[in-house]
């Protein structure tokens, strides 16, 4: 019998927590959870993981892992097209692993993620996320964006005290935006392009239309009430998200 809610449920397993919304078959469940714990005894990983399964409405699952990795946190997450096929996030939780147990280096580009949320189409701001801003160098921000499968990673740049982003971009695969300032970092330049004009000011609203119109996958731009950096994106139900800085 299929999992069923509308909000999360939870089912523990040795190590690996699920937690499901829709109507995720119990099969899947523990398929998914064995290979996530026998990836994490593999690697002598401590701390189990916790793993969210999203039933989506046209069939595939988004699948999640959340775990501890050299004492910070790391995750992945992509879509399953096929619901009995679990290797593409095996895959991805591999590499993250062995990646993340060494040194950051950058990550190969054009970047073989799985594709993300569709970028066409309207959509509508259903979640405002406020996050308190850690002070990153943009390389900092760029490794732990890859720790934690972001496309887009915002952040206070050490240097410059502006907010700021980075992303998987051509043609290195990595593009910094700064508020205001366009130059290199000073503290390791890194494998970054940069964008030579400041993020657009706009409103929430403005934001959102941009988006859309473009058929953008996130837009980091600065409120125009607040005057403080935000990063809106696409959420794989179609749906907006913006980070607000706390």
């Known amino acids: 019998m299929p999992k069923t809610a509308h909000s999360w ?8 927590t699920v937690l499901v919304r829709g109507a ?7 398929r998914t959870a064995g290979a996530v714990a026998r990836m994490l005894d593999r690697y002598a990983i401590a701390g189990g993981a916790r793993v969210r399964l999203t039933a989506c409405a046209d ?3 988004l699948a999640q892992v959340n775990l501890v990795l050299a004492e910070a946190p790391a995750r992945v997450q992509t ?8 290797l593409p996030l095996v ?7 062995t990646t993340r147990l060494r040194p950051w280096r950058p990550q190969p580009w054009p970047d073989d993620r799985p594709p993300g949320p569709p970028t066409a189409g309207p959509g509508r701001v259903i979640r405002r996320k406020i996050v308190a801003l850690q002070q990153r160098t943009p390389i900092e921000a760029a490794a732990e964006m890859d720790a934690m499968d972001y ?3 915002l952040f206070t740049d050490i240097e410059t005290g502006e907010e700021a982003a980075v992303h998987r971009a051509g043609p290195t695969g990595y593009k910094l935006v700064r508020q205001y300032r366009a130059e290199p970092p000073r503290t390791g330049i890194g494998p970054f392009t940069l964008t030579p004009r400041s993020p657009l000011v706009l409103s929430e609203t ?5 988006l859309c119109e473009f058929e953008l996958p996130h837009l980091f731009y600065t ?23 706390g």
Do not use: F, M
Request: hydrophobic fraction near 35%; avoid cysteine; charged fraction near 30%.
């Open 9 to 16: 449920s939870s089912t523990s397993y040795p190590e690996v």
């Open 24 to 30: 995720v078959p119990e099969l899947e469940l523990e």
């Open 59 to 61: 069939g595939p699952l």
């Open 79 to 86: 879509v399953l097209p096929e619901r009995t096929r679990i």
């Open 91 to 97: 895959t991805r939780l591999n590499r993250l692993i």
């Open 151 to 153: 496309p887009a990673h």
């Open 206 to 210: 403005q934001a959102a239309q941009r």
């Open 223 to 245: 409120d125009r009430d607040t005057a403080r950096g935000r990063l809106l994106y696409r959420r794989y139900d179609t749906d907006l998200a913006v980070l607000v800085p």
